[in-house]
């Protein structure tokens, strides 16, 4: 079955670090690949995403991830946080199972950006 | 647009008693989820759809029974509250997951048994 894995469960920074966040999945096809974001008391909200093409893909509020085929890695990165940046972060693939297409999320990572 | 749309918000159930939450969405998307969110354990997919009509189970469908009778609604009910469906639940609609379209989430419902 495919998995997602979130090493880091809570990371704090100060604002101008950079951010890389850690995600891996397992599953032998192919995959298309997610970040989510969910603000404090708010719903998901998609990042970017990864279906096929350039494996450096460039999302919203300058955030970027970049697709790593041979380590099944598509990690989120951001040169500079803010402290507006202070969420959980949700790592999430979607593949082919049985006819149908199961979406599967790590079990995320919460940013906490000092000011 | 109203996108996906949840009720109630919030609710607070006594052990037992039964409930039904609603998750409507105005895209036309063919697939909708039921997930719920704990703390440390990330969403975790209770029923998904895959159509009208259709119902499949999640990862921990147990204590949880939907319904899909029109395209743009997915019920889910709980018939006997436990404390431990004490969660977030959110609904999330796509149009196919494979078809380079991603989910898009309701607001989330805040569920307390007690």
Redesign the interface.
């Given at each position: 079955a495919q998995s997602v894995s979130?090493h880091n469960?809570h990371v704090i920074l100060s604002e101008a670090a950079s951010l890389e966040l850690g995600c891996n999945y397992s599953y032998g096809g192919t995959v298309?690949l997610?970040w989510?974001v969910q603000y404090p008391g708010?719903?998901?909200?998609?990042l970017l995403?990864y279906?096929s093409g350039d494996p450096l893909v460039k999302g919203i509020k300058g955030f970027e991830a970049e697709f790593i085929k041979s380590k099944f890695s598509f990690n989120l990165r951001k040169p500079s946080v803010q402290w507006s940046d202070t969420a959980e972060y949700?790592c999430?693939v979607?593949a082919?199972r049985g006819g149908?297409?199961?979406?599967?999320?790590?079990?995320?990572t919460k940013l906490q950006v000092i000011p | 647009n109203a996108g996906v749309t949840q009720t109630p918000k919030f609710r607070v159930l006594k052990t037992g008693q039964s409930m039904t939450l609603l998750c409507a969405q105005d895209m036309n998307h063919e697939?909708m989820?039921w997930?719920r969110q704990d703390p440390?354990?990330?969403?975790?997919?209770i029923h998904y759809s895959?159509g009208e009509g259709t119902t499949?189970k999640g990862e921990v469908p147990d204590g949880y029974n939907v319904s899909r009778l029109k395209k743009q609604n997915f019920l889910l009910g709980l018939e006997s509250a436990a404390p431990s469906q004490t969660s977030v639940y959110?609904c999330?609609s796509?149009y196919?997951?494979?078809k380079?379209t991603?989910?898009?989430?309701?607001?989330?419902t805040r569920l307390t048994v007690v």
């Open positions: 979130q469960h298309n997610f989510y708010q719903h998901l909200q998609l995403k279906f949700f999430a979607t082919q149908y297409q199961k979406v599967t999320f790590g079990t995320g | 697939y989820y997930y440390g354990m990330g969403l975790r997919l895959v499949a959110f999330a796509s196919n997951p494979g380079n991603e989910a898009f989430f309701g607001q989330g």
